[in-house]
């Protein structure tokens, strides 16, 4: 079956420790993106890539990097420089439908630091 | 910029009914699209409906249709016949044409009662 896969479902890590989550689709979509997710709150995006090898800062990505070797493949780093990485992390990726793109999700990961 | 607007944090509706999720938006593009998702407790954001800004119809998808009024820029969700699995937070989300980032509604956590 195509679809966006996310691992681990449930990550823990301590402070200070950089961490990576995986994000994978088979779903032949050009573009991926993260987001994080806060408790009660809506998507902020993190970053976002339209083609292999070239992606672009979201609206808070200081603390993340991003790597867009594959197509299928857009792993999201959690570096020690991020203040406050304990959150819902929500990866997508789309394809044009009509006149704009449609995103579509994988099921999230929860990281929860230490 | 975009922005999208969503000012019911909860809502309750009886199970068999009917309800609607309210959303407006704010661009000054005149071609972009629309989109409702559906986030359960599990954390998946589920792709529901799409309402291109140049559709003449509004879409329906099942028991989800949307309700587009262009000239007061909102697009808000009806669902009908409420189902106990119907519980969940909905965010509605937009793109412009050709555009390559989406923006979330801060969500609305909808409950359906026996």
């Known amino acids: 079956d195509g679809g966006i896969t996310q691992s681990p479902k449930y990550l823990f890590r301590k402070e200070g420790q950089n961490v990576t989550l995986s994000c994978e689709q088979n779903l032949n979509h050009d573009a991926m993106y993260w987001y994080r997710q806060d408790p009660g709150q809506g998507l902020r995006l993190i970053y976002y890539?339209?083609?292999?090898?070239?992606?672009q800062k979201g609206d808070i990505a200081e603390g993340y990097s991003v790597s867009r070797e594959k197509k299928e493949s857009f792993p999201l780093t959690v570096t020690s420089a991020q203040k406050n990485p304990t959150a819902f992390y929500l990866c997508?990726?789309?394809?044009?439908?009509?006149?704009?793109?449609?995103?579509?999700f994988g099921p999230g990961t929860r990281l929860t630091v230490l | 910029a975009q922005k999208i607007t969503q000012t019911q944090p909860g809502m309750f509706v009886q199970e068999k009914e009917a309800v609607t999720l309210d959303c407006t938006y704010d661009?000054?593009?005149?071609?972009?699209?629309l989109f409702w998702y559906k986030q359960p407790s599990s954390g998946e954001m589920i792709f529901l409906i799409y309402q291109g800004s140049y559709d003449e119809q509004n879409a329906t998808e099942g028991r989800y249709s949307l309700n587009f009024q262009k000239a007061r820029k909102s697009a808000n969700l009806v669902i009908s016949a409420s189902q106990l699995g119907d519980s969940a937070m909905y965010f509605c989300?937009?793109?412009?044409?050709?555009?390559?980032?989406?923006?979330f509604g801060t969500g609305t956590s909808l409950t359906v009662i026996p």
């Open positions: 989300a937009m793109i412009s044409l050709g555009g390559n980032q989406f923006y």
């Open positions: 661009t000054s593009d005149q071609s972009y699209g």
């Open positions: 997508a990726s789309s394809i044009r439908r009509g006149s704009t793109d449609t995103q579509y």
């Open positions: 890539s339209q083609i292999v090898n070239d992606f």
